[in-house]
């Protein structure tokens, strides 16, 4: 079974910084997707960015990037100029790509609850 | 407008008594899933769906019941819900395989207390 672990439980960080959110996951497959997914207050899931696992160039979405390292297993997110709508709890997640065309579902971690300071 | 529909958005019931939360998409979408999300947990699977008729148990299948009847539905069933079901609910689709640039779509969620 696959696992994701996000390592900090909750960040905080001033308006306009830059910060980094850390995402590992632990498989023997070797096709699979990545994604960050964002959960604001309201409760809803709002994908971030997402990542093929053949694709080596890292994913970036306007001020969303990630540094994916396959080798390391490791899918950080990076979010700069921070601003305080990206308040939320972030949550990585990992989904295999069965042989044959199928997929499991997706595996998330316990999440990062990141607080943009004013 | 694409979306996925859960209902309802919240539901309080009482131990025993048989539940069915509702999830419908109007993408066409093959895959479908349930999720349950607990404080500290994060979000785990309790049932997916590669298209009709073709249901398997995600990571915390206990106590719940899925069909998938018709490509736009799949309804979550808990015949004899518990305390320990507490939670919120989410249900997602997306095509598959999945293209570049698609995603999961997520309902707005479903709040159940069991009493």
């Known amino acids: 079974a696959q696992t994701v672990t996000q390592s900090q439980p909750e960040m905080s960080v001033q308006e306009a910084e830059t910060v980094t959110l850390s995402c590992t996951y632990d498989?023997?497959?070797?096709?699979?997707?990545l994604f960050w997914y964002k959960q604001p207050p309201s409760r809803q899931m709002i994908l971030v960015i997402r990542q093929e696992a053949y694709k080596q160039q890292n994913a970036t979405e306007n001020r969303f990037s990630v540094n994916f390292q396959k080798a390391a297993k490791s899918f950080s997110l990076k979010i700069s100029d921070s601003q305080l709508g990206d308040t939320a709890m972030y949550f990585c997640?990992?989904?295999?790509?069965?042989?044959?065309?199928?997929?499991?579902?997706?595996?998330f971690g316990k999440g990062t609850h990141l607080i943009i300071q004013p | 407008e694409a979306q996925v529909t859960q209902n309802p958005r919240y539901l309080i019931t009482v131990t025993g008594k048989k539940l069915t939360v509702t999830c419908s998409q109007n993408?066409?979408?093959?895959?479908m899933s349930w999720y349950r999300q607990d404080p500290g947990l994060g979000l785990r699977q309790i049932y997916y769906?590669?298209?009709?008729?073709?249901?398997d148990k995600g990571d915390v299948p206990e106590g719940y019941k899925v069909s998938r009847k018709e490509k736009r539905n799949f309804p979550l069933i808990l015949e004899s819900p518990s305390p320990n079901q507490t939670s919120l609910y989410f249900c997602?689709?997306?095509?598959?395989?999945?293209?570049?640039?698609?995603?999961?779509?997520f309902g707005s969620g479903t709040q159940l207390s069991v009493l």
């Open positions: 993408m066409n979408h093959e895959y």
């Open positions: 997640a990992f989904m295999k790509r069965r042989a044959g065309g199928g997929a499991d579902g997706l595996t």
């Open positions: 498989t023997s497959e070797n096709n699979y997707y």
């Open positions: 997602a689709s997306s095509p598959w395989p999945l293209a570049t640039n698609e995603k999961l779509f």
């Open positions: 769906s590669m298209n009709v008729e073709v249901t």
